[in-house]
């Protein structure tokens, strides 16, 4: 039986978020958004703090990642990431809270770590992102 699925996996350092055959999946490495398809060319690359959308059994589902690694094989993809949401649970207020944050401390004349307080800047847009576009 011919199948345009491939196996993916969504590691997190907690456990396994996510692992099913998927049709496809669109996200945001650090050259830009690509789109995976079964049989895609092998490579590695970065991947940004964003919202990765993931097709199965004909249906899209989105969620967010805090960057990471993604590894394709023409038959398995496998993403490792520090955190994954589903955009449904996602805090709104405390994902608020965090961005705000991060932006003080950006703003601040104190001495502060800039790569963290950007870090954390990005996976706080993330997540105001996925929530905002989630599905109801």
């Known amino acids: ?9 969504i ?7 996510f692992e099913d ?3 496809l999946i669109i996200l945001k490495t650090s050259e830009g958004e690509i789109c995976i398809l079964k049989n895609h060319e092998p490579f590695v690359a970065s991947l940004r703090n964003d919202l990765i959308e993931i097709q199965i059994d004909g ?3 989105k969620a967010v990642i805090a960057g990471g690694f993604i590894e394709v094989k023409p038959d ?3 993403i490792i990431t520090d955190s994954a949401e589903w955009p449904e649970n996602i805090n709104l207020e405390r994902a ?6 991060a932006e003080e401390r950006l703003s601040s004349n104190e001495s502060i770590n800039i790569v963290r307080a950007e870090a ?10 996925a929530y905002e576009n989630k599905v109801e």
Do not use: C, G, H, Y
């Open 1 to 9: 039986m011919f199948t345009k699925e491939f196996r993916l996996v």
């Open 11 to 17: 590691a997190t350092p907690d456990d396994i978020f």
């Open 21 to 23: 055959n998927a049709q």
């Open 59 to 61: 249906k899209r589902k």
């Open 76 to 78: 398995k993809v496998r």
């Open 96 to 101: 608020e809270n965090s961005l705000k944050r």
């Open 120 to 129: 954390s800047k990005k996976r706080a847009l993330a997540r105001i992102k």
